[in-house]
């Protein structure tokens, strides 16, 4: 098989841009969410749909809440994030003087259901390029394109094997580096330019220091909880709302 792609969400976008050669996998007189699923690869004209037994389907997707649909892509990987990978250099190269961007950085976000919470954020707020560094970082895999029903099919993402070399090359570049920390200023609080780089820091651990010290201003969301912090795909989704908000006020103003 090649790529699996599990989750009603995740196969419905998928399926808008099969590649040829994809299968549908359905467990046989489930009805429902497998039957509209069924219509729509039948409308591509290029996904074979194979009915199978339960048993089958749960050999096919082991340890997976596959709950009766299963889309494989038949060997290519068109459908992964990496039809959407893109240098950073690429990116900078292609970004007009007076366009505004938001770049996020995530530095070691190691669970999957973060991740695809954080690739589903992005796509809402429209997110011009996601960064993750190769080692020790989740990538985009099965259990991620789930979580962001689908979102993950549609952000730009550049796998990098330093985050503060690229970070270096962005500020070059006219961007401004903003990091995530508890001890930083209020983000109601920060005016965000329009070339702006958010950073995102591991589930534990937070941001890195050398990764802190790349950082122009640290910032922060104001909380009044009984618990110290935000788990990191909200704080990310609030940041990110944050940056765009002012930024679509600068352009109406």
Same mark, same amino acid.
């Given at each position: 098989?090649?790529?699996?792609?599990?989750?009603?969400?995740?196969?419905?976008?998928?399926?808008?841009?099969?590649?040829?050669g994809s299968t549908l996998y359905l467990c046989r007189g489930m009805g429902g969410h497998t039957s509209a699923?069924?219509?729509?690869?039948?409308?591509?004209?290029?996904?074979?749909?194979?009915?199978?037994? @339960? %048993?089958?389907?749960?050999?096919?997707?082991?340890?997976?809440?596959?709950?009766?649909?299963l889309l494989d892509l038949g060997g290519s990987r068109a459908m992964s994030s990496k039809a959407k990978a893109i240098s950073v250099k690429e990116y900078c190269q292609g970004l007009g003087e007076d366009d505004s961007a938001v770049v996020l950085v995530l530095d070691e976000i190691t669970d999957p259901q973060n991740l695809g919470?954080?690739?589903? @954020?992005?796509? =809402?707020? +429209?997110? @011009?390029?996601v960064i993750i560094p190769e080692r020790r970082s989740v990538q985009?895999?099965?259990?991620?394109?789930?979580? +962001?029903?689908?979102?993950?099919?549609?952000?730009? %993402? +550049?796998? %990098?094997?330093n985050v503060n070399r690229e970070l270096e090359y962005l500020k070059a570049n006219g961007f401004w580096v903003y990091g995530a920390d508890m001890e930083g200023k209020a983000s109601h609080k920060t005016v965000f330019p329009k070339k702006t780089v958010l950073v995102m820091g591991n589930e534990g651990k937070g941001l890195s220091r050398?990764?802190? =010290?790349l950082c122009d201003m640290l910032v922060s969301i104001p909380t009044s909880g009984h618990i110290d912090s935000l788990n990191v795909s909200?704080?990310?989704?609030?940041?990110l709302y944050e940056i765009r908000r002012q930024q679509a006020v600068t352009i109406q103003q």
């Amino acid at each position: 098989m090649g790529e699996k792609i599990f989750g009603f969400h995740a196969i419905e976008e998928s399926l808008k841009q099969a590649p040829a050669g994809s299968t549908l996998y359905l467990c046989r007189g489930m009805g429902g969410h497998t039957s509209a699923l069924e219509r729509q690869a039948m409308l591509t004209g290029k996904v074979a749909i194979k009915k199978i037994a @339960s %048993v089958e389907m749960d050999r096919l997707a082991p340890d997976c809440d596959h709950r009766g649909a299963l889309l494989d892509l038949g060997g290519s990987r068109a459908m992964s994030s990496k039809a959407k990978a893109i240098s950073v250099k690429e990116y900078c190269q292609g970004l007009g003087e007076d366009d505004s961007a938001v770049v996020l950085v995530l530095d070691e976000i190691t669970d999957p259901q973060n991740l695809g919470a954080i690739l589903r @954020s992005c796509d =809402q707020f +429209s997110v @011009s390029l996601v960064i993750i560094p190769e080692r020790r970082s989740v990538q985009v895999n099965e259990t991620v394109v789930k979580v +962001s029903s689908g979102a993950a099919q549609y952000v730009p %993402v +550049s796998i %990098v094997t330093n985050v503060n070399r690229e970070l270096e090359y962005l500020k070059a570049n006219g961007f401004w580096v903003y990091g995530a920390d508890m001890e930083g200023k209020a983000s109601h609080k920060t005016v965000f330019p329009k070339k702006t780089v958010l950073v995102m820091g591991n589930e534990g651990k937070g941001l890195s220091r050398l990764t802190q =010290q790349l950082c122009d201003m640290l910032v922060s969301i104001p909380t009044s909880g009984h618990i110290d912090s935000l788990n990191v795909s909200v704080a990310t989704g609030i940041l990110l709302y944050e940056i765009r908000r002012q930024q679509a006020v600068t352009i109406q103003q």
